[in-house]
């Protein structure tokens, strides 16, 4: 390594000079020479100083490095070495990687573990001989001298990494946007294919999905949501029963006859159709999440402001029912828990959950003592009751927000059945009604609004002589 690299002019140089040096005996010649010998003393004094200093110039590395004698012959057999190691694996990783594209075509998992596990092991085997490699100091100045070049490489690359961070902040700001969009034009959109006709529910929706004022037509319109999540509840709490192995017969005649708790057979219950059972357990559900609608605040306060102050009253239920209608009822509980919107919640869900229902469904009532708590359980049956009581909640903000408030009303059992007032869950083959059929129970309510509009009660029909 110390050694000058020697040319074939220098060569010739030299032996022209050591020959005019060392010249035969004799004169001839001695005029000639005189000259060039001081040229020749002169570069031979330059040459030796030169590689005097390339011997010290390797003497101070060596001891930089802590080498000793014969440690550079020592340090280029192992960097010889390691290369032929690094060669090696690289072979066998392309050998393991042309195995692993082989078990692709045709398919063969078992040649395809094999091939995986042959080029994961050589690629730690490459991992070993860089650590190797970094471990002797061979690579410090080689990884010192291309730090910087990489990290010029990389700087584009890390500043359109930020750009198109800061782009996708961008765009989930506009899907929440537009998700939210979403949500108010669904409500005025749900429904239409209902006997309503589109035109009437544009005159209560604005142009991006607010409602500018309360109205019948969206009364109608949250009335239908009402429908369609407690149809959804109810199938929920069906399946539930049904996976419990419950008798869903005398469930039935229980729960739809039971009022209060009291247990009452009832023949036209008894003869509901095992398919139709779930119209039995959504009056249920309904008679509970109902009761109280004509009041206030559900019975939940005793307060008289819709009596009081009417028009501040409804200005201020219109307010709430326009701040929370985009809301998720989890989240504003999570928030709120003990809003009227929360307490509401919690009273009905203990009135339809009884104790030994809960415990019977879940094994236990740690979520009936949670909601008595003050709390709202984070539970999927829980959060499926919260996707039927704020549409009722919603409805309700909307009969006290309008004027005048619509009138209640519900089909008693064994009534006689009126179209204009009355819509049958049971759909018949030909379209009618078999004559001489009423009222089994009523399965919702019908609301009578101010505009001359009705809301149909939705009954279960069955033969006069089980219906009276």
């Not at 800061?166 to 294919?193: P, Q, W």
């Not at 069906?238 to 247990?263: F, K, N, P, Y």
């Not at 201020?316 to 919640?345: N, S």
């Amino acid at each position: 390594m110390a050694n000058k690299v020697t040319h074939i002019s220098d060569l010739i140089h030299r032996v022209a000079c050591s020959c005019l040096t060392h010249h035969l005996a004799g004169a001839y010649g001695l005029e000639r020479c005189d000259s060039v010998d001081g040229e020749t003393e002169e570069e031979d004094a330059v040459e030796e100083e030169e590689e005097e200093k390339e011997e010290n110039g390797l003497k101070i590395w060596e001891e930089e490095k802590g080498a000793g004698p014969g440690r550079v012959s020592v340090c280029v057999r192992e960097m010889e070495t390691l290369m032929g190691e690094v060669f090696d694996a690289v072979s066998a990783v392309k050998r393991a990687y042309v195995s692993l594209q082989e078990a692709h075509c045709p398919w063969d998992p078992d040649k395809m573990r094999v091939a995986d596990a042959a080029v994961v092991a050589e690629l730690r085997r490459l991992g070993r001989l860089r650590d190797r490699f970094r471990r002797t100091g061979f690579g410090a100045s080689a990884a010192a001298a291309a730090a910087t070049p990489l990290r010029e490489a990389v700087a584009p690359y890390e500043a359109a990494l930020d750009d198109l961070k800061k782009e996708l902040k961008a765009k989930d700001a506009e899907v929440e946007s537009l998700k939210e969009k979403l949500r108010s034009t669904s409500i005025g959109g749900f429904g239409r294919k209902r006997r309503l006709h589109s035109s009437r529910r544009v005159g209560c929706i604005n142009g991006l999905g607010a409602p500018a004022m309360p109205t019948p037509e969206l009364f109608e319109t949250y009335m239908e949501e009402v429908k369609s999540a407690s149809k959804s509840f109810t199938g929920h709490l069906l399946s539930l029963m049904r996976s419990a192995r419950w008798d869903i017969a005398a469930t039935v005649r229980s729960i739809i006859e039971g009022g209060d708790g009291a247990i009452d057979h009832n023949p036209a219950i008894a003869e509901v159709d095992p398919h139709h059972a779930k119209h039995a357990l959504e009056s249920y559900v309904n008679r509970k999440v109902f009761h109280g609608f004509e009041n206030e605040t559900f019975y939940i306060e005793g307060s008289l402001t819709s009596l009081l102050r009417p028009a501040e009253f409804r200005n201020d239920c219109f307010a709430q029912f326009k701040d929370m209608r985009g809301m998720d009822p989890a989240e504003l509980l999570g928030v709120l828990p003990t809003c009227q919107f929360g307490r509401f919640a919690a009273k009905k869900y203990l009135a339809i959950v009884h104790p030994k229902m809960e415990e019977s469904l879940f094994g236990g009532v740690e979520q009936r003592r949670q909601v008595m708590a003050g709390a709202h359980p984070r539970t999927g049956f829980y959060g499926e009751f919260l996707r039927l009581a704020k549409p009722v909640w919603l409805l309700h903000l909307l009969a006290f927000a309008l004027d005048p408030a619509p009138n209640h009303f519900e089909a008693s059992k064994g009534a006689e059945f009126h179209p204009e007032y009355m819509e049958s869950v049971v759909r018949f083959a030909d379209g009618r009604f078999p004559p001489g059929w009423v009222v089994g129970f009523s399965v919702s309510p019908g609301f009578k609004l101010g505009n001359g509009s009705v809301v149909r009660a939705r009954v279960y029909l069955v033969p006069r002589a089980q219906g009276v």
